[in-house]
T-cell receptor, first 115, second 114 residues
Framework: DTEVTQTPKHLVMGMTNKKSLKCEQH?????MYWYKQKAKKPPELMFV???????INESVPSRFSPECPNSSLLNLHLHALQPEDSALYLC??????????????FGEGSWLTVV | QQQVKQSPQSLIVQKGGISIINCAYE??????FPWYQQFPGKGPALLIA?????SEKKEGRFTISFNKSAKQFSLHIMDSQPGDSATYFC?????????????FGKGTKLSVKP
């Protein structure tokens, strides 16, 4: 079983709603990631947090807002999303973003549907 | 520009057979090559990984073969089972922290027929 826990597993939201996806890991990892995966496609990196600081933002629209309250938690705040944002959102973590052999462990994802 | 090319897109294998999935990369700075297995409705799970200083790594029925000069690596699943039916992604990343993210191939959907 994955040690990266994501909630909720499923979320349906309207285009005017504000919602959040949550992720938690207790492996002592200091790097956490958000990926987006569309059907039949590979995961695409959105954000990387290293030691609770945002290290990479892959040109993600501002309607997605990440937050890392502490080393174990990662949130993704959603606002004014579009139907094309419907996807599986994957949280992941790794021991240390700055060292090699960066094994990345994924959670089971949150299925988001924007209506 | 896709940096990791994966083939085939889909694969059907009989139970007990060998499944082979191939990947090729362009960036010689890549030095960590994991394979992920993803079942429908689940997140990707790390299956096996290799570094370029090793030509082959075996874990149970799963083997990675790595050819550094050809910039190719492959996953072999021996004695394939219906429970192996899933989508498999190869990936690559670079050391040193300059790119901590994974570059994924497009995936291979494997179906193992009983």
């Amino acid at each position: 079983d994955t040690e990266v826990t994501q909630t909720p597993k499923h979320l349906v939201m309207g285009m005017t709603n504000k919602k959040s996806l949550k992720c938690e890991q207790h492996m002592g990892h200091r790097a956490m990631y958000w990926y987006k995966q569309k059907a039949k496609k590979p995961p695409e990196l959105m954000f990387v947090y290293s030691y609770e600081k945002l290290s990479i933002n892959e040109s993600v629209p501002s309607r997605f807002s990440p937050e890392c309250p502490n080393s174990s938690l990662l949130n993704l705040h959603l606002h004014a999303l579009q139907p094309e944002d419907s996807a599986l959102y994957l949280c992941a973590s790794s021991q240390d973003y700055t060292t090699g052999g960066n094994t990345i462990y994924f959670g089971e994802g949150s299925w988001l549907t924007v209506v | 520009q896709q940096q990791v090319k994966q083939s085939p897109q889909s694969l059907i294998v009989q139970k007990g057979g060998i499944s082979i999935i191939n990947c090729a990369y362009e960036n010689t700075a890549f030095d960590y090559f994991p394979w992920y297995q993803q079942f429908p409705g689940k997140g990707p799970a790390l299956l096996i990984a290799i570094r370029p200083d090793v030509s082959e790594k075996k874990e149970g029925r799963f083997t990675i073969s790595f050819n550094k000069s050809a910039k190719q690596f492959s996953l072999h699943i021996m004695d394939s089972q219906p429970g192996d039916s899933a989508t498999y992604f190869c990936a690559a990343s670079t050391d040193g922290g300059s790119q901590g993210n994974l570059i994924f191939g497009k995936g291979t959907k494997l179906s193992v027929k009983p």
